[in-house]
């Protein structure tokens, strides 16, 4: 029997669960800005944030020349000299921090996310610093899922490109392949909380079957939630613009991507409980 989730009631629920626990969730966050925060002092003190500063500006100027069609040559020769000279100075960090932003992003984000998920459906109120079994299955099947999808996505615009007669075409072709990929994608996002709260039941299959025919509402949600977290988007733009020393502006901008973590999860949270089956004796781990 298909069940209908409730979508603007699901994203309310989660907007006033996530309002309603603020001391908790900054309980949770806390550790981890502290962390971030030794990791953004690191590198400023190695001078990456001004190699960041260059780069950005770099490629904007030579977006710009681009766009508008004139010449910014000599501009553009001198912030390539001064950012390769950076470069030259940091050697290996460069790569190091490449390598590891998106690594500790990656963690923070699935320790929130699971003990956002367990917070909710469990009532587990742990806010410390670990990592286990859980953590490790929730991250590879995180890296898995974004693989997919970006290996799907490719694919999309590989093919359409085959038969799109302009760059136009090619971009509505994109932009339909997409948004039919994003529904699909949507219907195996119940594996998260799965995994969170230790189901054995759950995996992708699992997590397929008992969406059937909601993947346009769950995909609604998600536009919601993003909706939502558009003024906390406008902020973390704003603190980018700001010239704030890293210390302070990475860890803030963290923050914000945190609290907009925090709706989702209780959004996929409520969804997995919606859909799927109460645990029996020996389902959880």
Sequence with gaps: MKKDLRVF???KTSIGYTIGHWKFLIRIIAPWLGLYALFALLFQMLGMVDYLNLSTELNATI???KTASVSMDDVIEQLGFETEAIANQLGAWVSVYYILDPILHIVIFSRIAIVWHRAYLLGEMQPKIRFGAVEFRFILYFVGFVTLLFIALSIAGGISMGFAESSTKWGFVIIISGLIL???AARFLMVFPG???GDKRMN???SWQITKGNGGDLYGGLLLIAFVCIPIFVIKAVISHLGITAIIAWPLQLFMWL???ALLQVFLSISYQFFMPPPQAGDLQ
Excluded: G, S
Aim: with cysteine.
């Design 9 to 11: 009631q699901t994203v």
């Design 63 to 65: 977006e710009t020349a």
């Design 182 to 184: 994003f529904v699909i």
């Design 195 to 197: 995994i969170a709260v």
């Design 204 to 206: 992708y299959r699992k």
């Design 259 to 261: 609290i907009c973590l």
